[in-house]
């Protein structure tokens, strides 16, 4: 999950362009229990594409001393790009045990519909037969006549 900072220093954006983009149903996002935007980066490159680190040239930018790794910048994002990816294996981890947890509970479920409509079909049989029966115990009732009924007789 991205702050609004983050979201924005990866697309290339201000903090008020994304916030406008979340508001207006463009990228959707949640808020913590601090009440701040927490961004799917998903989410966000869908919409918009991340700005790369690449110069002109087509290579990443060097320090001025020639050390790419001396920068404590560099080293500082690229430990932050490294725990970012881990809390994203987390996630995927955590999705799979609950997708798979879904789909034996979807299996579950099927057979519970199966079994529950050949209980069904059974008793809607065993209604037909007793409602047979019934019928042939009564004794057929005599209808009265209009008339008899409105005259009393």
Do not use: C
């Not at 110069?55 to 690229?78: F, I, K, Y």
């Amino acid at each position: 999950m991205l702050t609004l900072r983050q979201a924005a220093e990866a697309v290339g954006m201000s903090k008020p362009g994304v916030l406008k983009a979340i508001k207006s149903g463009k990228v959707s996002a949640e808020k913590n229990i601090r009440g701040q935007y927490q961004i799917q980066a998903a989410e966000l490159f869908r919409v918009y594409d991340p700005i790369s680190r690449v110069n002109g040239n087509g290579h990443e930018p060097v320090n001025p001393e020639g050390n790419e790794n001396s920068s404590p910048s560099l080293r500082e994002e690229t430990s932050q790009s490294g725990s970012v990816n881990a809390s994203y294996q987390v996630e995927l981890d955590g999705l799979r045990l609950e997708l798979a947890h879904q789909k034996q509970l979807l299996a579950m479920s099927g057979e519970t519909v199966i079994d529950l409509r050949q209980r069904l079909d059974e008793s809607q049989s065993q209604v037909t037969q007793l409602t047979a029966v019934v019928a042939q115990l009564a004794p057929p009732q005599s209808r009265k006549g209009w008339w008899t009924r409105l005259l009393g007789g």
